[in-house]
């Protein structure tokens, strides 16, 4: 697959600069635009576009991070902050709507009940997008 | 932005943040992209943002080797909240704020000996009551300094009592002599420093100026750093002089208790033993100026107290008993192991009586020797960084008050008062150079600036007292002036005494400093004066349309975005080109005309090839027929390298510069970069390229 744009979404975990070289490794051969994007989640007692300022904070610290990675491994990564109820619907719909032909999702490595845990996030982006997706784990120990 | 973006309505006032609803695919899937410059190093909303570190990193390749240069040299930068974490307690506050008067222990007995050794070795036999004599002094001007500790928490010391109490002038007069003393004493220290390096490696002695300024750099380095840093810094050599001090004084005043005094050293150039001037009163009295040079440094507590941390002031009086206690113990056990030796001075200050005595009581192969000269050596060129902490600081309250230049209350990255820390340094380096870094040339111009200020301050806590009349102020009043009394005869002695020796060039210089010092203050208030705004103009001025002039050069890219941005502010807009010749005049007028503007064009022929003053003529000749302030916008063309400047005639820049002090005259420069294409169609050349 020689993706032309692609899109990762960030959560702002350890996993965060893994998939950024993961993603710069695909990219880089077939010359695509990689757009990282994190979505901040507003819970349903407040208004979609209330300003929850240490969301925003930490939102813009990991995307000026996750620019600095992708500085260090030759991308040139634009980057979106988002607010939404949910944060895989404003996966897929930026993914449709700047006609993203692949997604790159990323998960630490969690346990639940003995059992490896994918968060509802990735799963819905899994599930539900239009285009291509790669969900990316890190591996036990990292 | 990318290209799905909804464009910005060109009306809408710039923001850092704009939020974008988004319909999504789905009922209830809305969500709101943030559209926020990421990397810009701003955080915040809502018209409140804050400045991160980020913002200040240079983008350039020379910026960043410039900053990562900086980095190493001075450290990282620090929040401003880290100021609290720059202060230093007691045991950090003695070596930076007392080191010069511990240290003034190491060369006050010599410079008390020198003067009476002039007039032969048995004069010597009075620098014990001399010595003595200095440390009552101290003692008083300890008891007085704890008491303006006291009154004035914040610091400013001596100028700032003075000014209180005895008005602006006296507050000026004590902070100039501070200042200059400052100075001295950076010059002082590392020229003694390095005479103590000298003693134990005479092939340093030609080097000596070299040598001091280099050092002085490297204090001054050492000051951008912080307080603190620079106080974990010069705190070991410190310690290390009071206990190699210590031990020397413990074993040689062992050896003369049991009467085992080994051999004499005796100077490399002795003075004459029968001396060359009768001992008279005012000999004696010159070397009591000269032994009270230990006496300086003790202000600096005073003026840092706010170094301190809380309690300030607890820390600070703390800080200055244990300072006069340990100057004390050290100068006395010197000078009495000096007289009780009979060790002499060398004249040629090639080795130091700290040197011979401390040789003479452990041998000039013992590794005691060493340390001690080595930790003195040190602390003499510490003893400078008492003048770093002073002055940045002193200048600072100065600048606050708005009698100097608002830079030296500017703090730097490291929180330090860079201009006061690079001002001192220079200056010092400068009186290091022109006294070719001998101390004795030094220190008569030394002390008197001290004294002027101790006496003012002690006299103003007496006017204090008295007036204030508080729990205690009688005992208070005895002790203050007491301490005027003192210190104002020791400054009359030191004065008298060292007057032809160069202090008549610091008495010529603190009215000198206080004038200039008076000068900035007038030329701020006068600033003030004009640019405050009175209750009836609390409203923004509402003003007409300017008229606007563009000197235009060629009809190129540069001069249409001028043109363009010129009918964006004004209606009345009036387009000027200066020709060297009728030809080229003409050819320009046909150019224009093909241009199609409106906009109305006057060509000055100047047929001696000058652009710059036809230029300014016309705006003067303008500006009488037209009472609105004059706009002149002009095209700059910016090149993409910084070389690539020189092959521009910067017109626009020295036009500028002839602009920039008339009065009634705005100046609006619109660069144009070589990459710029903005909304200028391109279109067929008008003109030929730059």
């Not at chain 2, 789905?26 to 899937?29: L, Q, T």
């Not at chain 2, 990255?413 to 008062?417: I, Q």
């Not at chain 2, 204030?468 to 205690?472: P, S, T, V």
């Given at each position: 697959m020689q993706p032309k744009r692609v899109l990762v979404a960030l959560?702002?975990?350890?996993?965060d600069p893994d998939v950024i070289r993961l993603v710069a490794s695909i990219a880089k051969p077939a010359r695509a635009s990689v757009i990282g994007i994190h979505v901040i989640e507003v819970r349903w007692?407040?208004?979609?576009?209330?300003?929850m300022e240490p969301e925003l904070d930490r939102g813009e610290q990991l995307l000026e991070s996750a620019k600095k990675v992708a500085d260090q491994v030759g991308i040139s990564l634009e980057t979106e902050l988002l607010q939404a109820r949910e944060a895989a619907a404003a996966i897929i719909d930026t993914a449709v709507e700047r006609k993203c032909d692949l997604i790159v999702v990323a998960m630490p490595f969690r346990k639940r009940l003995g059992r490896v845990y994918i968060g509802r996030t990735v799963q819905n982006v899994y599930v539900n997008a239009p285009c291509a997706v790669l969900a990316y784990r890190q591996e036990q120990n990292a | 932005m990318s290209a799905e973006e909804p464009p910005q309505n060109?009306?809408?006032?710039?923001?850092?943040e704009r939020r974008v609803t988004r319909a999504g695919r789905?009922?209830?899937?809305r969500y709101v992209r943030i559209v926020r410059p990421i990397g810009s190093g701003l955080r915040g909303h809502g018209g409140h943002y804050v400045a991160t570190e980020?913002?200040?990193?240079?983008?350039g390749r020379l910026g960043r080797a410039w900053q990562g240069a900086l980095g190493v040299l001075i450290g990282k930068r620090l929040h401003s909240e880290a100021e609290a974490e720059e202060r230093v307690g007691v045991e950090t506050g003695l070596p930076i704020l007392a080191s010069d008067n511990i240290s003034s222990s190491a060369y006050a007995t010599e410079e008390a000996m020198r003067i009476l050794a002039i007039a032969g070795a048995?004069?010597?036999?009075f620098t014990m009551p001399i010595a003595l004599a200095v440390v009552f002094v101290l003692a008083i001007v300890v008891l007085s300094e704890s008491r303006v500790i006291r009154a004035y928490p914040n610091g400013g010391g001596s100028y700032l009592v003075a000014r209180e109490n005895h008005g602006v002038i006296a507050g000026l007069v004590a902070a100039s002599a501070l200042l200059i003393d400052y100075v001295l004493t950076v010059a002082v220290s590392t020229a003694a420093g390095i005479a103590a390096i000298s003693s134990f490696a005479p092939e340093l002695h030609p080097f000596r100026v070299p040598i001091g300024v280099g050092l002085i750099a490297l204090l001054g380095v050492g000051n951008l750093r912080g307080v603190r840093e620079a106080g974990i810094a010069f705190a070991a050599p410190t310690y290390a002089y009071i206990v190699g001090m210590a031990a020397i004084l413990l074993i040689g005043l062992g050896r003369v208790y049991v009467g085992a005094i080994p051999p004499i050293a005796q100077p490399p150039h002795p003075f004459d033993p029968v001396g060359t001037a009768p001992l008279t009163v005012l000999l004696i009295l010159r070397a009591f100026a000269s032994g009270s040079?230990?006496?300086?440094?003790?202000?600096a507590i005073a003026n840092g107290v706010?170094?301190?941390?809380?309690?300030e002031a607890r820390n600070a009086v703390i800080t200055l008993l244990l300072m006069g206690s340990i100057f004390a113990s050290i100068f006395l056990g010197l000078t009495f192991l000096a007289t009780q030796l009979g060790i002499a001075p060398d004249a040629d200050e090639i080795e130091t009586v700290n040197s011979m005595l401390t040789r003479t009581i452990v041998?000039?192969?013992s590794p005691l020797y060493f340390f001690v000269q080595f930790s003195t050596a040190i602390i003499l060129l510490l003893a400078a960084n008492t003048g770093f902490t002073g002055f940045p600081r002193l200048a600072s309250v100065l600048a606050n008050d708005r009698?100097?230049?608002?830079h030296f209350a500017d703090m730097g990255?490291?929180?330090?008062?860079n201009t006061g820390i690079i001002v001192l340094g220079v200056l010092a380096a400068i009186i290091l150079t022109a006294f070719g870094g001998s101390v004795n040339a030094l220190v008569p111009l030394y002390t008197i600036g001290v004294f002027l200020a101790f006496t003012l301050s002690q006299s103003g806590l007496v006017r204090r007292w008295w007036r204030?009349?508080?729990?205690?102020w009688r005992a208070s009043i005895a002790i203050n002036a007491l301490g005027t009394v003192v210190t104002g005869t020791v400054l009359v002695v030191v004065a008298v005494t060292k007057f032809q020796l160069g202090a008549w060039m610091v008495l010529l210089l603190i009215p000198l400093i206080v004038a200039l010092l008076y000068a900035i203050n007038r030329h701020y208030t006068n600033v003030q004066d004009a640019l405050v705004i009175t209750g009836g103009e609390q409203r923004l001025p509402i003003l007409g349309a300017p008229a606007v002039i563009v000197p235009v050069a060629r009809i190129d890219r540069a001069g249409l975005q001028a043109l363009a941005f010129a009918r964006s502010v004004s209606p009345d807009v009036k387009a000027v080109h200066v020709s060297t010749s009728t030809e080229s005049a003409n050819e320009f007028q046909r150019r224009w005309q093909r241009l199609g503007t409106d906009i109305p064009l006057d060509i000055v022929e100047s047929p001696f090839r000058s652009l710059v003053a036809p230029l300014l003529k016309y705006i003067d000749a303008i500006d009488k027929s037209d009472d609105r302030p004059i706009t002149v916008v002009l095209s700059e063309f910016v090149p993409r390298?910084?070389?690539?400047?020189?092959?521009?005639?910067?017109t626009a820049m020295r036009l500028k510069a002839s602009l920039l002090?008339?009065?009634?005259t705005i100046v609006i420069d619109v660069p144009y970069h070589s990459s710029d294409t903005g909304d200028l169609a391109p279109g067929p050349p008008l003109d030929s390229a730059h």
């Open positions: 959560a702002g975990t350890s996993a007692n407040l208004p979609l576009d209330a300003v | 060109p009306n809408d006032t710039p923001s850092l789905h009922v209830g899937d980020q913002t200040m990193a240079a983008s048995g004069a010597l036999i040079v230990g006496l300086t440094g003790s202000e706010p170094s301190f941390k809380k309690p041998g000039a192969t009698f100097m230049p608002r990255s490291r929180l330090a008062f204030l009349r508080n729990k205690g390298h910084w070389w690539e400047w020189f092959l521009h005639s910067q002090f008339r009065p009634n």
